[in-house]
């Protein structure tokens, strides 16, 4: 990865992202057209890009510690009050955070999951029935908050889905399917795949996964 060039892109164009463009000055409109997709830039970049732009909320965490510090605050700043997790694994990863888990998805106000990949030229999360428990995407809480790693970030779909049969194999899951921010969504035949997302992002930690 290159880290200079992702860490500017965090640091600098990020948080003008969550502004309209009205409201930036022609200094900052101007830097960030700079940081536009462009095919030369690695996957994590164009990752980063292209979901920022189509209203996603990124956060990129160094270290599972930082991770924790901004879900926290996070959860806090939405007062959300009942996440839904079917994860044993991301449960027991997320102890520290004293989140508090509803395990009715009808009812709770955000879930927070795993995911098989991130894809990079649409910005586009990744996920089958292992992540949902084979619950369709419209029937889980509307805010979906999704812990990745680095090492999750393909290309494109092409790629994730080559990725899953590596992965698994003649036991490939069922429900393989594609999650975008709602700004993303041009059809009503995908207006059922479109959540408000959250994405923390975190420097390879495998032994979580």
Not at 40 to 62: I, L, Q
Not at 67 to 79: M, S, T
Not at 121 to 145: A, C, D, R, W, Y
Request: proline fraction near 3%; charge should be neutral; aromatic fraction near 10%.
């Amino acid at each position: 990865m290159k880290k200079n060039l992702f860490n500017k892109f965090i640091t600098k164009v990020i948080p003008s992202l969550a502004e309209k463009s009205a409201n930036l000055s022609k200094e900052e409109q101007e830097e960030q057209e700079k940081f536009k997709p462009d095919p030369d830039d690695p996957s994590d970049v164009t990752f980063a890009k292209v979901f920022t732009s189509n209203g996603g909320n990124f956060f990129y965490c160094e270290n599972v510690e930082n991770f924790y510090d901004h879900l926290k605050k996070l959860v806090q700043e939405n007062k959300w009050k009942s996440t839904y997790c079917s994860n044993d694994k991301l449960k027991e990863l997320l102890k520290p955070t004293k989140l508090s888990f509803e395990i009715d998805h009808k009812i709770a106000d955000s879930s927070v999951n795993t995911c098989e990949f991130l894809i990079a030229f649409n910005g586009s999360v990744m996920v089958s029935g292992e992540q949902t428990k084979n619950l369709k995407i419209e029937h889980l809480p509307e805010v979906m908050i999704i812990v990745a790693y680095t090492s999750q970030i393909v290309k494109n779909i092409s790629e994730g889905l080559r990725g899953i049969q590596n992965k698994y194999g003649k036991s490939r899951p069922s429900l393989v399917t594609t999650i975008r921010t709602k700004e993303s969504i041009t059809t009503m035949s995908d207006s059922d795949r479109a959540k408000n997302l959250y994405i923390f992002l975190i420097e390879d930690f495998k032994e979580h996964r």
